[in-house]
């Protein structure tokens, strides 16, 4: 009797299939990242407004709040940045909540994907400790300010979870337009527009 393999690929709509478990830089294409995270909510969707906060949304967000501190920051740190969730395009947003009570290989798995995506986009798999922590940094305020703008957050519980924001958010210029949830399509447009902006400035 023959064994059956388990399928540990996803078909993309570029037609392009991921192998989760050994995934390769041929097989990603950033018109995928950028489809698939302007369909994940952050939150688990428990969020206000008429549109999901995407994870693309979330990662320009954290793009420029980075920028915003750190204005010459350069383009490969603003590529990683932008792509510092890029994994959660095949593997979703997983609260860290439940990453912590699963255990297992999940972040080995994220790690090697979001090691293939950087790759494929020309930078080293390894974000550089420096720019890594500052991104760490520029994330944790976006979540400050999605929790308190967004997700019914207090003050107080987001301070205590994500830190004291080292910005006001609405010194971040046109910061009420990047915290209010984007129609999907906008999201997935404005993902990829920034992307290349970075990537191939004209």
């Known amino acids: 009797m023959a064994r059956t393999t388990k399928r540990a690929w996803q078909r993309m709509l570029s037609g392009r299939r991921l192998d989760l478990l050994d995934p390769s830089p041929l097989d990603?294409?950033?018109?995928?990242?950028?489809?698939?995270?302007?369909?994940?909510?952050?939150?688990?969707?428990q969020t206000i407004g008429d549109y999901p906060f995407s994870v693309a949304q979330h990662s320009i967000l954290v793009l420029r709040i980075l920028?915003?501190?750190?204005?010459?920051a350069l383009r490969n740190e603003q590529l990683y940045a932008l792509l510092h969730d890029g994994a959660e395009y095949v593997m979703g947003d997983i609260i860290s909540p439940f990453k912590a009570a699963m255990g297992g290989n999940y972040k080995d798995i994220e790690t090697r994907v979001l090691d293939a995506i950087h790759l494929r986009f020309s930078l080293p798999p390894a974000c550089p400790a420096k720019m890594a922590r500052r991104i760490k940094k520029a994330d944790k305020q976006a979540a400050f300010f999605e929790a308190t703008h967004l997700a019914g957050f207090s003050s107080d519980e987001a301070r205590s979870l994500f830190g004291e924001p080292a910005m006001a958010g609405f010194d971040l210029d046109g910061f009420e337009r990047l915290i209010r949830p984007w129609p999907t399509g906008e999201a997935q447009e404005q993902?990829?527009?920034i992307f290349y902006s970075i990537f191939d400035p004209a």
């Open 191 to 193: 993902f990829e527009r």
């Open 28 to 45: 990603i294409e950033l018109s995928d990242i950028a489809h698939g995270l302007a369909r994940v909510a952050r939150w688990n969707g």
């Open 67 to 72: 920028t915003a501190e750190h204005p010459q």
